[in-house]
């Protein structure tokens, strides 16, 4: 549910995420009556009472539970659920456990990370689904915290049912998994130590510099144990997200950078949207005239239409943001992890005079490709910067040049999307065309594995901040579905898209008959393309020869080379409780597109792509990826791409 913001005091800059707790009836005395609960019906009532607030603006941190109950999970936190009511903690019902983690995913991050969801698993194969949810949150710096159910503190009988054992370490579980992939962990064995690790985890899902998954393994027989409890730990808590401004001589150091570059560039990274840090790098980019490229997790930074936007970056990114990348003799990263996707692992910045200067609230990102340093928030930084750079401006020939690359990027785009015959059958960048022409500018594009997300980096057109939400730090096949959910429930106004290949739906689709539960008008937009179209195509590049990429039947000789697979993957989602649209020729898809947006129910646009030899592909990668090749074999295609790749792997930096 859509939890509303609430009025609160202005943050004081630089401040940590501490909270506040305002005066109650009772809390904080010491002769304040003990509260007698149960551990799972404790920990409910103090999430409920969790807030956060930045600039001002204050809103629940977690915003519901989502879970699947089994008996690890069902008489402590299931019963506490039931206890606590709607009212108190709304309660989701998810079909897959990771997906349940995907969803509170997806709702975090069109929060702004100001808030998520819990989840609740039993124990055994319900907590190790949280495993793929978990990391993909902790990659992408998103905040959203697991709650499986674990075995007895006290041992009275093991094994249980779905317990590991180990046999020279009692104190192990399927959980432990968890630990890797969670930014804080703990296993919660006496009914006291909730008190201080609540309290920590609410520290880390609120502090911008270390949010991502966080655990609180529930031992079972700990989650139904009564405690009297102190009530101030159940008082309304305001976690308030700092954001702290440059160093003054890190700055100086900075600005002094970009004052002597002739050909600077900014490279636009997720933490701009976590900062909310839109408007000031788009009043920078006006005064400066520094053009702007963007990474998967940062598009959207500028609108696509800004004169300064290049589009995306690296190995999926715009031929005139690849090119000025190869020229810049400065790269300012903001928000940015400079994965390899980014850098065209190693290739890209080929100046050999390049230098960069990184603004970051996370020192570990901070100080990559040895960087100046700006350890801040993106928001607050940039605002420092452009005050600092007052009068300043690129010369006027690199604004004409880079501004003439966009424009023959645009004609690229144009070409892509563009459908001569009305009644053909698409091809998948004409289906991202179909749809570009019906979204409206507060749409959002749920998309996150396969080749789309190479096709939206280089060609979607990116309206509002929000609009483009591709999960690329994990690339997690089977997130799209329940990641729609996660941000219709966190913004019920806007329109909602999950574009899916075949792959990816057959991955995941179980959470559709969680849309359908909660009357959530999600768009699937469903694309048969009849196997992994993305990874047969780098199977061919790197001489593997697409091989067990396709959705076939066996030949005679064995291979997956017979007719499609006789699957109807639009009659599954309709059993599963979708309307379904049925698009066969480009003119069908645009009627089918338009219809669903206007639809008031969960939808499903589905459309087989042409895929024929004959059909116009994409635009090719403009940047490498580095994906190792067989140095010796005897098949003539890994040969000619091992020589493909050490002619590209001679052109790798390491940026001292």
């Known amino acids: 549910m859509n939890q509303p913001s609430e009025p609160g005091r202005p943050s004081e800059p630089g401040r940590r995420n501490e909270p506040d707790r305002p005066s109650e009836p009772g809390a904080g005395r010491p002769d304040a009556p003990a509260v007698r609960l149960t551990v799972a019906q404790a920990l409910v009532r103090f999430l409920a009472a969790q807030y956060t607030e930045r600039d001002g603006v204050r809103q629940r941190l977690i915003a519901g539970t989502w879970g699947v109950f089994g008996h690890g999970n069902v008489a402590g936190v299931g019963q506490a659920l039931v206890e606590a009511g709607e009212d108190l903690m709304p309660f989701h019902q998810g079909r897959n456990e990771q997906a349940m983690v995907h969803a509170a995913v997806g709702y975090a991050r069109q929060r702004g990370r100001l808030s998520t969801m819990a989840v609740t698993t039993s124990i055994g194969p319900g907590a190790t689904n949280l495993v793929t949810g978990a990391a993909l949150a902790t990659v992408n710096r998103l905040p959203v915290l697991l709650l499986p159910g674990d075995y007895f503190a006290a041992h009275p009988a093991d094994p249980l049912l779905q317990q590991l054992e180990h046999p020279v370490e009692a104190d192990v579980s399927v959980n432990d998994t968890l630990r890797p992939v969670s930014r804080w962990f703990d296993r919660i064995i006496r009914p006291e130590a909730l008190v201080s690790s609540a309290l920590h985890a609410m520290r880390v899902l609120t502090d911008p510099a270390e949010t991502g998954a966080v655990t609180l393994a529930l031992p079972q027989d700990v989650q139904a144990e009564a405690y009297d409890w102190p009530a101030e730990f159940f008082a309304e808590r305001i976690w308030r997200v700092r954001r702290p401004a440059p160093d003054p001589v890190e700055l100086a150091d900075a600005v002094r950078a970009v004052r002597a570059a002739g050909r600077p560039l900014i490279v636009a990274g997720g933490g701009v949207h976590h900062s909310a840090a839109e408007d000031a790098?788009?009043?920078?980019?006006?005064?400066?005239?520094?053009?702007?490229?963007?990474?998967?997790?940062?598009?959207?930074?500028?609108r696509h239409d800004h004169p300064a936007d290049l589009g995306g970056i690296g190995h999926t990114g715009t031929a005139v943001a690849d090119a000025v990348a190869r020229t810049a003799d400065l790269v300012i990263g903001v928000g940015t992890r400079y994965t390899d996707f980014t850098t065209a692992s190693g290739t890209l910045f080929q100046r050999p005079d390049v230098r960069f200067v990184n603004l970051n609230i996370t020192a570990f990102d901070a100080h990559k490709l040895a960087a100046r340093t700006l350890v801040a928030d993106a928001r607050a930084g940039l605002e420092a910067l452009a005050e600092a750079l007052a009068g300043h401006r690129v010369d006027a020939a690199y604004e004409a040049e880079y501004r003439a690359g966009r424009e023959r990027w645009e004609r690229v785009v144009e070409a892509a999307f563009r459908a001569d015959d009305d009644s053909a059958v698409p091809t998948q960048t004409q289906v991202l065309g179909a749809l570009d022409a019906v979204v409206g500018d507060d749409d959002v594009v749920v998309n996150a594995a396969g080749s789309l997300p190479g096709d939206l980096h280089k060609l979607w057109r990116a309206r509002s901040p929000r609009q483009y939400h591709v999960e690329y730090g994990y690339s997690c096949m089977g997130y799209e579905?329940?990641?729609?959910?996660?941000?219709?429930?966190?913004?019920?106004?806007?329109?909602?898209?999950?574009?899916?290949?075949?792959?990816?739906?057959?991955?995941?689709?179980?959470?559709?008959?969680?849309?359908?539960?909660?009357?959530?008008?999600?768009?699937?937009?469903?694309?048969?393309?009849?196997?992994y179209a993305s990874i047969g195509g780098l199977s061919e590049s790197v001489g593997a020869e697409r091989f067990g990429t396709a959705y076939r039947h066996r030949a005679a000789d064995g291979a997956f080379t017979g007719p499609p697979l006789p699957v109807d993957l639009a009659a599954n989602a309709g059993s599963l409780g979708m309307d379904v649209l049925r698009a066969k020729t480009v003119r069908e898809l645009r009627e089918a597109l338009a219809t669903a947006r206007a639809c008031e129910r969960p939808v499903c646009v589905y459309v087989e792509t042409d895929t024929g030899s004959g059909v116009p592909a994409a635009p090719p990668a403009e940047a490498w990826w580095d994906v190792p090749v067989a140095e010796t074999a005897t098949r003539e295609a890994a040969v000619r791409a091992r020589a493909d790749y050490d002619r590209h792997v001679a052109d790798r930096r390491r940026h001292l």
């Open 281 to 302: 790098l788009r009043a920078l980019a006006d005064a400066t005239g520094i053009p702007v490229a963007s990474t998967q997790a940062g598009k959207g930074s500028l």
């Open 481 to 531: 579905i329940p990641a729609a959910i996660g941000v219709q429930q966190a913004a019920p106004e806007k329109a909602v898209w999950a574009l899916v290949g075949d792959g990816t739906y057959l991955m995941m689709p179980t959470e559709i008959v969680t849309a359908v539960q909660e009357g959530l008008p999600v768009n699937l937009v469903l694309i048969q393309n009849h196997g």
